[in-house]
């Protein structure tokens, strides 16, 4: 009888996208080289290619490998990302930022947001993004990183993120992992052998023949879940009746100046379009709905939205919005696009892949695999999922469009009754609250709610503690202190050229 408390000797990594080696990276890292690691992927399948805008947090990730930033933005020809500018979203012609980091400075007992309403709803404030040192840089296409030495000042608190080629950033981690001892096998896998009393996953097969066994495996093989859904049949709860977009056509251009710090996502009649600024060229892509619009039409309409002169042929991608029933299931765990998928609007799946490494090395199992670990990793994993995808809802529910079926559709839909008691709270007195450790900040729905038009009626009653006055000259001052303080940022493309730029491509 084997020890069941000792630690699991090897894990296999299935698949090497940006989750494969992600995990394989972290994994090589945080588990000191006493427990094997080996990926398997499949150069002939290839990888799904996009995903190249991220959100703040990735920092704490690349600080965990510890990455030089610097290195790390040449090597997978990185810009600075603030915030996301959603253009058309509430109304035809509407335009506001969803930015990264707070918005304003703390004035009384109350968030800031409170006293800006107040004085908002009576026409004396100006818009959110004025008290925001993230959404003003971003407007003036303007960047530094966070000045230690700026005392209080809105310099010493500037949350970016990162616009990476996705395909760059895992070559960049492979290196990393294979450099710590993670064993990369090239081939495809064909089948899987299940033991027969545990009915966990013993091995995986490849075409050739070769066996590939482990303890634990971490399915990264992307939507179709090889092992997760093919071997273990797990399931799949299907969202798109909230979420209806189901396919995406990507195609990079050329790039043109200035170089925007931020994301851009522009809706059209039946989806929406993103536009990544990276160092060697922009990426953009065309998330749309099959129901809705057919994709000749979506390609047409993605092509006559480009800044600059394709580079490559459009490629498209199919999807299904949703989450595996469960994340991890016997001994397999699934990350990236083999646990779900929920849309490319708030570049959350990278975050997605990060999260469950982390939750994995918490729950990190010994060689008997106890169900309470796996169930409260299930549980947590899910909790995830479905407050990033009220958010996610938010985007599409709140719009006022009447010129397609397809946001008729999104506005009359019913929505999951976590999001609609949200928006009811917000009407009220513009309260949001964050519900344990959800992934949205209140600022986050504040913004999106507000930059989608939905009303507050009401603000806090306690913001009436500080008179109207006094909170007109402290609004007045934070707004001045932002502008201010971004007017003296260099210009993002500056920042770049003199620290981090890459190495032009050469021929
Ligand atoms: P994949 O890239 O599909 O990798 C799967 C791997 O499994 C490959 O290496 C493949 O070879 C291997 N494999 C599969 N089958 C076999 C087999 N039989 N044998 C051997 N190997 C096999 N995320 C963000 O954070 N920000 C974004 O802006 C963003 N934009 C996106 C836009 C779109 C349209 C889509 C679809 C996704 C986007 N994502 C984004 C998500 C992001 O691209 C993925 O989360 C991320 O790339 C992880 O992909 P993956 O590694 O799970 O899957």
Request: charged fraction near 25%.
């Given at each position: 009888?084997?020890?069941?408390?000792?630690?699991?000797?090897n894990?296999?990594?299935?698949?090497?996208?940006?989750a494969?080696?992600m995990?394989?990276?972290?994994?090589?890292?945080l588990?000191?080289g006493?427990?094997?690691?080996?990926?398997?992927?499949s150069?002939?399948i290839?990888?799904?290619?996009?995903?190249?805008?991220t959100i703040?947090?990735?920092?704490?990730f690349?600080?965990?490998?510890?990455?030089?930033?610097d290195?790390?933005?040449?090597?997978?020809?990185?810009?600075?990302k603030l915030?996301?500018?959603?253009?058309?979203?509430?109304?035809?012609?509407?335009?506001?930022?969803?930015?990264?980091?707070?918005?304003?400075?703390?004035?009384?007992?109350?968030?800031?947001?409170?006293?800006?309403?107040?004085?908002?709803?009576?026409g004396?404030a100006?818009?959110?993004?004025?008290?925001?040192?993230?959404r003003?840089?971003?407007?003036r296409?303007?960047?530094?990183?966070?000045?230690?030495?700026?005392?209080?000042?809105?310099?010493?608190?500037?949350?970016?993120?990162f616009?990476?080629?996705?395909?760059?950033y895992?070559?960049?981690?492979?290196?990393?992992?294979?450099?710590?001892?993670?064993?990369?096998?090239?081939?495809?896998?064909?089948?899987?052998?299940?033991g027969?009393?545990?009915?966990?996953?013993?091995?995986?097969?490849?075409?050739?023949?070769?066996?590939?066994?482990g303890?634990?495996?971490?399915?990264?093989s992307?939507?179709?879940?090889?092992?997760?859904?093919?071997?273990?049949?797990?399931?799949?709860?299907?969202?798109?009746?909230w979420?209806?977009?189901?396919?995406?056509?990507?195609?990079p251009?050329?790039?043109?100046?200035?170089?925007?710090?931020?994301?851009?996502?522009?809706a059209?009649t039946?989806?929406?379009?993103?536009?990544?600024?990276?160092?060697?060229?922009?990426?953009?892509g065309?998330?749309?709905?099959?129901?809705?619009?057919?994709?000749?039409?979506?390609q047409?309409?993605?092509?006559?939205?480009?800044?600059?002169?394709?580079?490559?042929e459009?490629?498209?991608?199919?999807?299904?919005?949703?989450?595996?029933?469960?994340?991890w299931?016997r001994?397999?765990?699934?990350?990236?696009?083999?646990?779900?998928?929920?849309?490319?609007?708030?570049s959350t799946?990278?975050?997605?892949?990060?999260?469950?490494?982390?939750r994995?090395?918490?729950?990190?199992?010994?060689?008997?695999?106890?169900?309470a670990?796996?169930?409260?990793?299930?549980?947590?994993?899910?909790?995830?999922?479905?407050?990033?995808?009220?958010?996610l809802?938010?985007?599409?529910?709140?719009?006022?469009?009447?010129?397609?079926?397809?946001?008729?559709?999104?506005?009359?839909?019913?929505?999951?009754?976590?999001?609609?008691?949200?928006?009811e709270?917000?009407?009220?007195?513009?309260?949001?609250?964050?519900?344990?450790?959800?992934?949205?900040?209140?600022?986050?729905?504040?913004?999106?709610?507000?930059?989608q038009?939905?009303?507050?009626r009401?603000?806090?009653?306690?913001?009436?503690?500080?008179?109207?006055?006094?909170?007109?000259?402290?609004?007045?001052?934070?707004?001045?202190?932002?502008?201010?303080?971004?007017?003296?940022?260099p210009?993002h493309?500056?920042?770049?050229?003199?620290?981090?730029?890459?190495?032009?491509?050469?021929?």
């Amino acid at each position: 009888m084997q020890d069941q408390s000792r630690l699991i000797r090897n894990v296999v990594i299935v698949g090497g996208g940006t989750a494969g080696w992600m995990a394989a990276a972290a994994l090589a890292k945080l588990l000191k080289g006493r427990v094997g690691v080996t990926l398997v992927e499949s150069e002939e399948i290839g990888t799904v290619g996009v995903g190249e805008a991220t959100i703040p947090m990735i920092q704490r990730f690349n600080q965990v490998l510890e990455l030089d930033e610097d290195e790390f933005m040449r090597e997978t020809q990185a810009t600075f990302k603030l915030a996301i500018e959603f253009v058309n979203w509430g109304r035809v012609g509407d335009r506001y930022m969803h930015g990264f980091g707070r918005i304003g400075q703390q004035l009384g007992t109350v968030p800031f947001e409170h006293y800006w309403r107040k004085l908002y709803n009576a026409g004396q404030a100006g818009d959110l993004a004025d008290y925001a040192i993230t959404r003003a840089a971003a407007v003036r296409n303007r960047f530094m990183r966070p000045a230690a030495d700026a005392g209080n000042s809105p310099l010493a608190e500037i949350a970016y993120a990162f616009h990476f080629d996705a395909g760059l950033y895992a070559r960049y981690l492979r290196k990393y992992a294979e450099g710590r001892g993670v064993t990369r096998i090239e081939g495809r896998i064909v089948d899987a052998k299940l033991g027969g009393l545990s009915g966990r996953v013993e091995s995986v097969v490849l075409a050739d023949g070769r066996a590939v066994a482990g303890e634990l495996f971490i399915d990264c093989s992307g939507f179709r879940g090889l092992l997760i859904e093919q071997v273990l049949h797990t399931g799949y709860e299907d969202w798109s009746r909230w979420l209806p977009c189901d396919r995406a056509i990507a195609v990079p251009c050329a790039s043109v100046a200035p170089l925007t710090p931020y994301t851009r996502s522009t809706a059209h009649t039946a989806g929406w379009q993103w536009r990544i600024p990276l160092q060697h060229r922009i990426g953009n892509g065309h998330v749309f709905s099959s129901g809705f619009m057919a994709e000749d039409e979506a390609q047409r309409i993605l092509l006559a939205n480009l800044d600059g002169q394709p580079l490559a042929e459009p490629r498209l991608l199919r999807f299904t919005t949703g989450m595996r029933r469960q994340a991890w299931n016997r001994n397999v765990v699934s990350m990236g696009l083999a646990s779900g998928f929920m849309e490319p609007l708030e570049s959350t799946s990278i975050h997605l892949v990060q999260t469950a490494i982390a939750r994995l090395i918490e729950f990190f199992p010994s060689a008997g695999f106890e169900q309470a670990d796996i169930d409260e990793y299930n549980r947590q994993s899910r909790f995830e999922y479905e407050r990033i995808r009220d958010f996610l809802i938010l985007h599409y529910h709140a719009n006022q469009r009447d010129d397609s079926e397809f946001w008729r559709y999104c506005r009359e839909m019913p929505i999951p009754d976590t999001l609609a008691a949200k928006i009811e709270l917000y009407q009220r007195n513009g309260r949001i609250v964050r519900e344990g450790n959800e992934l949205f900040a209140e600022v986050g729905w504040l913004q999106v709610m507000h930059g989608q038009n939905l009303k507050a009626r009401g603000y806090h009653p306690l913001a009436d503690l500080i008179d109207e006055a006094e909170t007109h000259a402290y609004l007045q001052s934070v707004r001045d202190v932002i502008a201010n303080c971004a007017e003296v940022m260099p210009s993002h493309e500056d920042f770049i050229a003199q620290h981090c730029a890459a190495v032009a491509p050469q021929g």
